[in-house]
């Protein structure tokens, strides 16, 4: 059988590394399982040992090849964040290096700070998680960095700003865009910003497909950013964030400015998001296989305009892109509901399996309502541009029998039809 995974690790599979790199038993007591480390300081063997670990933490110096710096202090790193971090890597194709962080958000603002400073620009795809524009519009621009948006999926916008930004040093780019779903050619942004003599950083966050669908690094990205609250988390009850690269430089820089931020994840949740990795591709498969299903079952129900999902996808572009970066489409749906918000808060009262909050990538089916919740703080414009309707409806599909939530999802539409029905009807 042909065999053309990664491997790593003693040659091994990445379903296999991440249950067997990363942690040695005997530093733990035989603990089959890594132990929890809750201390905040860690004791030096010298003060020559201290001196070195302080050097070496703050990137003064470089290792020598095979030197294991001396733990100094949680707020730098702690065994729990180095665990977690040795054993994601092999998930994710390409990586080197990851970086752990207390949300997703932590970790997008953390590599974005490593890269800009006043005076840089940025470019980055619209639409976007709600959070990150925020991030843009109420710190990087008071910050000084000049932020310019593309639309996602317009291969040609996205060359043309990349060529023409003065002072270009990151371009973020998240796809699939939340919550329509538009892709953007990850290779062909790559492409364009290695023409410019100096080449940003180019991010992509991956939270909807990755670490199973879709593998950035391949294609050529610096930086993988990650919510591990969603899929990596998995069961909606902790909050993370990861940035992963293969380029050292960039790493150590990410890792000393997280020193400084102090947005470490502590050892609790590291040791908690370390046993979701080993099931995060069954999960996700799990997830996917269900919500494609569901979304090819409800298109064509009269209640709904559009049904947004990849493999509905009807621009040729958007097919190529798909078809070309991701091996799968992930579990996020959006529907687009005809008689706008009424109905899709009707339907939301109405569903009885599925759970009506926000976030997503958890074992239970969420659904929400971006254009009141996620996307509320964006301006009416950047709500059109990113095709944020009164009547979307953003679905995470879980890992419950997609039977069920079919269901569930039919006799909400039924009873969000009702509501329709009451509008389109002039009252006598
Ligand atoms: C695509 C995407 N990126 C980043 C984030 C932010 O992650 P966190 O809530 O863990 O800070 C989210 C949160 O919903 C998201 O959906």
């Given amino acids: 059988m042909p065999d053309n995974h990664k491997k790593s690790h003693h040659g091994a599979h990445p379903s296999t590394a991440v249950l067997t790199r990363g942690f040695n038993p005997h530093l733990s007591v035989g603990s089959a399982r890594p132990a929890v480390f809750r201390s905040s300081t860690y004791v030096f063997s010298s003060p020559e040992a201290a001196e070195r670990a302080f050097d070496l933490t703050s990137g003064r110096v470089a290792a ?48 974005l700070l490593s890269c ?21 519009h109420d710190l990087l621009e008071p910050f000084g960095v000049r ?59 991956n939270t909807f497909l990755g670490p199973a669908f879709q593998h950035p690094l391949q294609l050529g990205a610096d930086i993988v950013l990650y919510s591990a609250t969603k899929y990596l988390g998995g069961f909606s009850d902790l909050l993370g964030g990861l940035a992963l690269g293969n380029d050292s430089e960039l790493g150590k820089k990410i890792r000393v400015k997280r020193g400084l931020h102090g947005n470490i994840l502590q050892p609790d949740e590291c040791w908690i998001l370390d046993s979701r990795l080993p099931t995060v591709f069954l999960r996700m498969n799990r997830q ?25 996808f009807d621009d040729p572009e958007q097919i190529r892109i798909r078809l070309s970066q991701c091996d799968y489409s992930g579990a996020m749906i959006s529907i687009d509901l005809h008689g706008g ?22 074992v239970e089916t969420l659904v929400c309502h971006p254009k009141t919740t996620i996307h509320s703080g964006l301006s009416p414009e950047e709500m059109v541009i990113a ?4 009547g979307l409806v953003r679905i995470s599909v879980g890992i419950e029998d997609w039977r069920d939530l079919l269901r569930d999802f039919e006799h909400a539409l039924d009873a969000a039809k009702t509501v329709q029905l009451s509008e389109t009807v002039p009252s006598k």
């Fill in 64 to 111: 020598e090849p095979g030197e294991t710096p001396d733990l100094v202090y949680s707020r730098f790193n702690h065994p729990n964040a180095e665990i977690l971090e040795d054993q994601i890597v092999p998930l994710e194709d390409g990586a080197e290096w990851a970086v752990v962080f207390n949300s997703g958000m932590a970790a997008i603002m953390t590599a």
């Fill in 116 to 136: 800009l400073k006043p005076g840089d620009s940025m470019i980055y795809t619209v639409p976007l998680y709600g959070g990150t524009q925020g991030l843009i």
């Fill in 147 to 205: 932020c310019v948006p593309v639309m996602a999926g317009r291969s040609d916008q996205i060359d043309q700003a990349i060529a023409s930004t003065a002072g270009l040093r990151a371009v973020l780019m998240e796809t699939p865009a939340n919550p329509t779903m538009v892709m953007t050619d990850i290779r062909r942004a790559v492409a364009a910003a290695s023409k410019l003599p100096e080449r940003p950083v180019v991010m992509v966050d």
């Fill in 288 to 312: 996917s296989k269900n919500a494609q299903r569901i979304a090819e079952s409800l298109v064509g129900r009269p209640e709904i305009r559009k049904v947004y999902y990849p493999t509905l």
């Fill in 341 to 362: 918000k009424p109905v899709a808060f009707e339907f939301l009262r109405n569903i009885q399996l599925a759970r009506n909050a926000v976030s997503l990538g958890g």
């Fill in 387 to 390: 095709g944020i309707t009164d």
